[in-house]
T-cell receptor, first 113, second 114 residues
Framework: QKEVEQNSGPLSVPEGAIASLNCTYS??????FFWYRQYSGKSPELIMF????GDKEDGRFTAQLNKASQYVSLLIRDSQPSDSATYLC?????????????FGKGTKLSVKP | SAVISQKPSRDICQRGTSLTIQCQVD?????MFWYRQQPGQSLTLIAT?????????ESGFVIDKFPISRPNLTFSTLTVSNMSPEDSSIYLC???????????FGDGTRLSIL
């Protein structure tokens, strides 16, 4: 059974700090990874995806992928209270469609003013 | 990205009844997916729905309990049959627009069974 593991948190950081969210996965064949943000009572919203080893930056968000270590992370710089949400890491469950995703349990982030 | 609309957004149902959830997309998509998110849990894939073929169900989910229709490239339905309190969840539709794009979710249907 392929797995995606996340620390459930909660992770608490002060406003303006860097929040670091981590995810490990069991399938060495996984080629793409996705980070979703889910506010309480809302559906998941895609915020980042990464296919290649290294870093990918988009505004205050940076995704980092290390395939050798089977590790993917999300850094949020200058954290804001509005970033408080649950962050879900996901990877394809099968080799084909990216739509068939397996999700981690999510890390709850709390940014304190 | 595609705009995904789900109906109803929420419902409260009686035990033993069935509810059909609709998912409408504003563009043609090959693959549509139905997920369940139980309270405090992450997302679990129920099935993959391709137009013109039977849905493919994940382990632990069966067609009798969760029948799915996919009559065209913009629409799908999921029925939750013979509901029990354990079926109280958020049900989410998602789409894959092509093989290289990450998927997006509809707003979900929040279902409570009394």
């Amino acid at each position: 059974q392929k797995e995606v593991e996340q620390n459930s948190g909660p992770l608490s950081v002060p406003e303006g700090a860097i929040a670091s969210l981590n995810c490990t996965y069991s399938d060495r064949g996984s080629q793409s990874f996705f980070w979703y943000r889910q506010y309480s009572g809302k559906s998941p919203e895609l915020i980042m995806f990464i296919y290649s080893n290294g870093d990918k930056e988009d505004g205050r968000f940076t995704a980092q992928l290390n395939k050798a270590s089977q590790y993917v992370s999300l850094l949020i710089r200058d954290s804001q209270p509005s970033d408080s949400a649950t962050y879900l890491c996901a990877a394809p469950n099968y080799g084909g469609s990216q739509g068939n995703l397996i999700f981690g349990k999510g890390t709850k982030l709390s940014v304190k003013p | 990205s595609a705009v995904i609309s789900q109906k109803p957004s929420r419902d409260i149902c009686q035990r033993g009844t069935s509810l059909t959830i609709q998912c409408q997309v504003d563009s043609q998509v090959t693959m549509m997916f139905w997920y369940r998110q139980q309270p405090g849990q992450s997302l679990t894939l129920i099935a993959t729905a391709n137009q013109g073929s039977e849905a493919t169900y994940e382990s632990g989910f069966v067609i009798d309990k969760f029948p799915i229709s996919r009559p065209n490239l913009t629409f799908s339905t999921l029925t939750v049959s013979n509901m029990s309190p354990e079926d109280s969840s958020i049900y989410l539709c998602s789409v894959e627009e092509d093989g290289n794009q990450p998927q997006h979710f509809g707003d979900g249907t929040r279902l409570s069974i009394l």
